[in-house]
């Protein structure tokens, strides 16, 4: 929800585009979020400002776009952080760009860009290089890639905060994921971080990141991407250590995305920072005689299929009921309301609807079912007929867009996401185990071999690619299981302490040949076991 401000502001869209064509005036394009305490700043004295409204309006086509609902847009246009001011020529090509920005510095720089404009014209806009159509260079799949991000891992870990980085300290759940596996210390200690940082103690979940190396200045806002991420990484180092030090702050997390952001069939996006730190230091009932923090109660697609990954993880490690109780109906809503013939719509609010076949949506939504299958016995059809969609429409020239090529602005140029693409690799790998269709497995090969030639310049925040190529190079542990999912021997495959793995339940003769019922096999190891201690010694003859 925007503030009231006096720009006159355009929605994202072809007419508007046209509109500064006709005039031949700039776009100012803003990108702000509900959560985004800057956002709201600007437009309460910046865009509140009457001579720079009227400048805006008057030599300027502005547009306002919320960068949650426009995920496409935001990777095109963010200028590195919220909100994003970036002016642009009537075919999309960027101009300059800037965060927030002060009344005397939306001055200058609103003067600066319409004087460039008027002098060079279409001449003086640029295209980011990500979108020159150039592709990545392709190169072999091997182990290299996962040793080059392993050894990254130790290169950027901070031995005395903790975390990678030696600025702002963002969660990387997905790179602690990665390093569960290959620097267990590394990750757990920076679970440790995360946990008595960025935790709320209060009211469950975690807060986005903290501005300074020391994990201080903690920026309160509450958003689900992250939350489902975290909430997975921490049932993840739980099924490592035991420890309830990592199950407490998942269960209270459960808790947050099941109440504080439960939208009625769905999870809501994000929960803004409030009024301050203030309100964050309360207790329970201090916080409940405040106003309570702006909620964006919104429905996203990708966010929920990552809530109900996460919280089927938690129930699997668990067994705990609420977890698969919201996870179901988290799933119920995707498959209902949000896919179509295989297509992914991003939201739908009120008769809006929002973009569609968003990479980051679709392979957040293949990886949840593929999840839901290994956990609750049901969900690979769903995630094949998505996954189908996905790779006749936007795989092309080895690897995946990040949607279709068509909309106005820069949309019509391709981008090949790496972290997308990571993702939808690794899902696509789960599917190939859970369904035997080897096809899945040589689109996920073909999509991290399209990065392969420059996989020595991928940084640990894409940790993923490297989880990706290691599952290619060494088929992950698959346990199949020929009983019914809840079963003591299917509960504890799923418990099996190695997050990469796959466990299929109720296997049947083209997973598992000649798999009596009631018995488990550790795919590449002799033998069967028919009860969860016989299974143990199965999977450590595998390692």
Not at 87 to 107: H, I, K, N, Q, Y
Not at 163 to 169: I, L, P, S, T
Not at 200 to 214: K, M, P
Not at 232 to 248: D, I, L, N, P, S
Request: glycine share 8%; charged share 30%; net charge negative.
């Amino acid at each position: 929800m925007q503030e009231e401000t006096r720009v006159e502001w355009r929605q994202w869209g072809q007419d508007a585009f046209d509109e500064a064509r006709e005039r031949a005036v700039p776009v100012l394009l803003s990108l702000s979020t509900t959560w985004c305490v800057d956002c709201h700043e600007m437009d309460a004295t910046t865009y509140a400002d009457p001579n720079i409204a009227a400048n805006v309006n008057d030599r300027f086509v502005p547009i306002r776009v919320d960068a949650d609902r426009h995920p496409r847009v935001r990777e095109r246009y963010a200028a590195g952080g919220f909100p994003s001011t970036v002016f642009l020529t009537p075919d999309g090509e960027v101009l300059s760009t800037a965060t927030a920005l002060a009344p005397d510095g939306m001055r200058q720089v609103l003067d600066r860009v319409a004087e460039n404009y008027a002098e060079k014209g279409d001449d003086a806009g640029r295209v980011p290089r990500a979108l020159s159509g150039d592709l990545p260079p392709a190169g072999e799949v091997d182990a290299a890639i996962e040793e080059q991000l392993a050894g990254q891992l130790g290169e950027k870990f901070d031995e005395r905060f903790a975390g990678w980085g030696q600025n702002a300290k963002f969660p990387l759940a997905r790179t602690v994921e990665f390093a569960l596996k290959r620097e267990r210390d590394q990750a757990l200690r920076s679970l440790d971080a995360v946990r008595d940082h960025l935790h709320d103690e209060v009211a469950g979940g975690f807060f986005r990141y903290a501005g300074r190396q020391d994990w201080g200045d903690i920026h309160h806002a509450k958003l689900l991407d992250t939350n489902a991420t975290l909430l997975r990484a921490f049932a993840h180092a739980y099924v490592y250590t035991g420890e309830e030090v990592y199950r407490e702050p998942a269960a209270s997390t459960v808790e947050f995305l099941t109440d504080d952001l439960w939208a009625g069939v769905a999870v809501g996006g994000s929960q803004g920072p409030g009024e301050g730190a203030e309100y964050w230091r309360k207790d329970a009932a201090e916080r409940a005689n405040d106003r309570s923090p702006r909620t964006d109660l919104t429905a996203y697609a990708g966010g929920n299929a990552l809530a109900a990954d996460a919280l089927l993880t938690y129930h699997g490690y668990t067994d705990d009921e609420r977890a698969r109780e919201y996870a179901d109906r988290v799933l119920d809503y995707l498959e209902r309301d949000l896919l179509e013939h295989g297509s992914v719509v991003h939201f739908r609010e009120r008769g809006r609807t929002g973009p569609r076949d968003v990479l980051s949506d679709i392979a957040a939504v293949v990886g949840a079912f593929t999840r839901a299958e290994q956990v609750l016995g049901y969900g690979a059809d769903v995630a094949s007929t998505v996954a189908d969609h996905a790779i006749e429409t936007l795989h092309a020239d080895g690897s995946f867009r990040d949607g279709p090529i068509e909309g106005p602005g820069l949309l019509d140029r391709p981008l090949r996401p790496l972290d997308g693409n990571a993702a939808m690799a690794n899902a696509l790998v789960d599917l190939a185990t859970l369904t035997g269709e080897e096809s899945y497995r040589e689109i996920a090969r073909e999509t991290v071999g399209a990065f392969a030639g420059a996989s020595h310049r991928v940084g640990v925040q894409v940790a993923e690619y490297g989880t990706a190529a290691s599952r290619l190079v060494h088929d992950p542990l698959t346990v199949a299981v020929a009983d019914d999912p809840g079963s003591d021997l299917h509960r504890a495959a799923l418990r099996v302490a190695d997050h990469e793995k796959v466990v299929v339940p109720d296997a049947d003769e083209s997973i598992a040949p000649d798999l009596d019922r009631g018995t488990a096999r550790v795919v590449g190891v002799d033998g069967t076991a028919s009860d969860p201690e016989a299974l143990m010694e199965r999977v450590a003859q595998r390692e």
